[in-house]
């Protein structure tokens, strides 16, 4: 590498903070894999709404918790709303949403697919989502209620940080050989 820092982004709609304690999560451990360790990588985890900048970035992961099959709107209005920056680095998908054991639903989100197409992002993963119904509003819980879908949390924090492993090894090789982005203060 050149010296400098290569920077990931990590931006996510959230509708109850399950998905968004994922892309903390997976943040720290993209800083904290191997090759995050051995050339710096930093990364930050900042929510969709707050539209972050993904051209301040060397690569973006962009992900959104996944109800009644579908991407939440903030996601999906940003991947639309900022294209061109998106194709012009690594992007990687995340969606969050089965729960229980055989994951329910057993379907990827029918919209991650165009929007992967439309970014030209490089994977997409589904992680298993949080489902507790003192979250929920009153009519979401009585659709849970209707399916009997599984309460409880099914994330999978091991997958998740094998995956954020893969990530940054692909990152930093793909940042040594492209020019500096331009420098701005990481999102708080």
Not at 21 to 43: F, I, K, N, P, T
Not at 47 to 58: Q, S
Request: with cysteine; hydrophobic share 45%; charged share 25%.
């Amino acid at each position: 590498m050149d010296g400098r820092i290569p920077r990931v982004l990590v931006t996510v709609a959230s509708r109850h903070g399950a998905t968004e304690e994922m892309a903390r999560a997976l943040a720290d451990c993209l800083v904290e894999s191997a090759a995050g360790r051995q050339h710096g990588l930093s990364a930050v985890a900042v929510p969709v709404e707050r539209r972050p900048d993904p051209a301040r970035f060397d690569a973006v992961v962009l992900g959104s918790g996944v109800y009644a099959g579908r991407w939440l709107e903030p996601a999906r209005h940003y991947a639309a709303e900022h294209v061109a920056a998106l194709r012009g680095r690594p992007v990687w998908l995340l969606s969050s949403g089965p729960i229980g054991d055989p994951p329910f639903p057993p379907d990827e989100p029918h919209d991650a697919g165009p929007i992967g197409a439309s970014i030209r992002a490089r994977g997409h993963r589904v992680f298993p989502g949080r489902l507790d119904k003192k979250l929920l509003s009153i009519g979401e819980r009585a659709l849970v209620t209707a399916m009997r879908a599984p309460v409880g949390d099914s994330r999978d924090w091991v997958a998740l940080r094998a995956w954020a492993e893969e990530i940054a090894e692909q990152v930093v090789v793909g940042a040594a050989g492209r020019p500096p982005s331009p420098a701005a203060p990481l999102p708080s």
